[in-house]
């Protein structure tokens, strides 16, 4: 008896579902883009050149296009989606146990690589973690988002929590936990945004969301044209919180508790401007006590302010 073929090898590269997170404002604008009559095909490419993976952007177009063409219940949050898992590109943080940060060696304590996420020792000594909350609180500010309607700052319904931003090291102690922060990241100093120093309460959270630049209003727009897109962001926890308020990562089932000094690192923008929507994350409520943490995110390009655009166009 003559044994049965084996199969060839499939050309075709295998394939998976897939869910495609969104926000209000994205869907809101693909939706009036068709409504407007504009054909998917030049949406998608819209999308595409805002550094969005062409196949995705292609299929969600297409997922709200057969809605209005189907008179379907609009999707909220996310469409699920087959496609062909990227290649992963090579990853920013080097598969080392002890990070070089310039002035300092840092431990990496845990990492994922698909997507890229770390949690990294003693990024901040006590003292540093003090001064810089020290600095910061006079500052706050009720946290606030880009209205996608007006370009607008406004309170965010997303985040309770309080705020604010320094400048590229406005001081000694800001040049030097930018300069750390920049070599543990592997990118320039000046691809840097200014650091943000959140402040959680009681009851305090953010809600799931993703920290690379949405193209779906004209500010988001002009940043990227600007700075190019985020590619990576550093949490560094600033004081131990006694219960809640961790960082949740609800797609890869992560959960990082916040311990002083102590930081998350995460990488979402390759070197070909693809985007991983498996780093979505939130900050889960503080239960007992309240959360300081500062934020640095890296930029493609040296980043540019929407006021230091405008001072340059002064001049």
């Known amino acids: 008896m003559q044994a049965p073929a084996t199969p060839a090898p499939s050309s075709n590269p295998p394939r998976q579902l897939a869910k495609v997170h969104f926000s209000p404002e994205l869907r809101d604008w693909i939706v009036d883009a068709l409504r407007r009559g504009g ?48 290649a992963p590109g090579a990853a920013r943080l080097p598969r080392t146990a002890v990070l070089d940060g310039g002035d300092r060696a840092v431990h990496v304590l845990s990492r994922t690589d698909r997507p890229v996420v770390a949690v990294l020792e003693a990024v901040l000594t006590p003292a540093e973690c003090d001064a810089l909350v020290a600095a910061a609180r006079p500052r706050l500010a009720p946290s606030t988002l880009v209205d996608p309607r007006t370009g607008e700052h406004v309170v965010s319904p997303d985040r309770s ?22 070599a543990l990241m592997r990118m320039p100093v000046e691809h840097g945004e200014g650091l943000q120093v959140l402040h959680y309460g009681p009851g305090a959270q953010s809600r799931p969301h993703f920290d690379f630049l949405m193209p779906d209003n004209p500010s988001n727009q002009a940043s990227i044209a600007r700075s190019g897109q985020r590619v990576s962001t550093m949490v560094i926890y600033l004081n131990d919180v006694p219960e ?7 797609e890869i089932g992560l959960s990082v508790l916040p311990r002083k000094g102590n930081a998350l690192y995460f ?18 409520a503080v239960v007992r006590g309240e959360k300081w943490v500062a934020t640095k995110w890296m930029r493609q390009r040296r980043f540019v302010s929407a006021a230091d655009d405008a001072r340059a166009a002064s001049m």
């Open 244 to 250: 809640g308020g961790e960082t949740v990562f609800p």
């Open 161 to 182: 929590s309080q705020g604010m931003f320094f400048r590229l090291a406005e001081s000694p102690l800001l040049a030097t936990i930018d300069a750390r922060v920049a």
């Open 267 to 284: 990488e979402y923008c390759d070197d070909g401007g693809q985007l991983d929507g498996r780093t979505l994350h939130a900050a889960a």
């Open 39 to 86: 054909p998917p095909a030049e949406i998608t490419a819209a999308l595409v050149g805002q550094r969005f993976d062409p196949a995705v952007a292609g299929q969600l177009v297409q997922a709200f296009d057969r809605v209005l063409r189907d008179g379907l219940p609009m999707p909220e949050g996310f469409v699920t989606i087959e496609r062909t898992p990227p």
